[in-house]
């Protein structure tokens, strides 16, 4: 089998190959150091964010993190099974619940979190602090809404034709976007 010539490799010109080849390299890196705590990095960020967001419903959690309800709720599913995560319906609308962190998930987050600072450390040790919240910052711009809506907007149609922004974003939604941007 012939290997990739690096000077032809499509995430040299492609943003969107180059953030997916860096963040499987990156998640397969955090994985060996949290491994000792029975965690990947998925499940860690998971415990982490409703550690600082008790209560947080799924779909919250789903739409801040960017990510579809059902690939959350097939890890939150493993999480819940093993006592780390807890659900509560929600007071004020009873349809919906909330996540809260067991004590076997607190003390499982902290052990967790011993690895993972030795990961960003690791991570800043190699770029650079500065560099690194760069990084963190340019990922938040390319998640957020706001690079969405201007995405979306500045397609142009067949005929090298810019279409306004809404009919950019009708046309351009996928059925998985409408659902996601519904959250």
């Known amino acids: 089998m012939t290997e990739i010539d690096e000077k032809r490799a499509v995430w040299n010109v492609c943003c969107h190959s180059a953030i997916k080849r860096a963040s499987r390299r990156l998640g397969q890196l955090y994985d060996d150091v949290l491994a000792p705590s029975g965690l990947r990095i998925t499940q860690y960020s998971l415990l982490a964010q409703i550690n600082v967001c008790p209560g947080i419903s799924p779909k919250q ?92 907007g500045a397609g142009t149609d067949a005929r090298g034709l810019s279409p306004s922004r809404t009919d950019a974003k009708k046309s351009s939604l996928t059925a998985f976007q409408r659902r996601r941007r519904n959250v």
């Open 61 to 152: 959690l789903a739409s801040g993190l960017v990510m579809d309800l059902s690939a959350l709720g097939h890890t939150l599913k493993a999480l819940i099974r093993d006592g780390l995560i807890q659900t509560n319906p929600d007071p004020s609308d009873h349809r919906a619940t909330q996540l809260y962190l067991t004590e076997k998930g607190k003390a499982k987050r902290t052990e967790a979190a011993v690895l993972w600072r030795d990961a960003q450390r690791r991570f800043d040790d190699f770029f650079g602090k500065d560099d690194a919240a760069a990084m963190r910052r340019a990922m938040n711009r390319v998640s957020s809404r706001e690079f969405e809506e201007s995405f979306l």
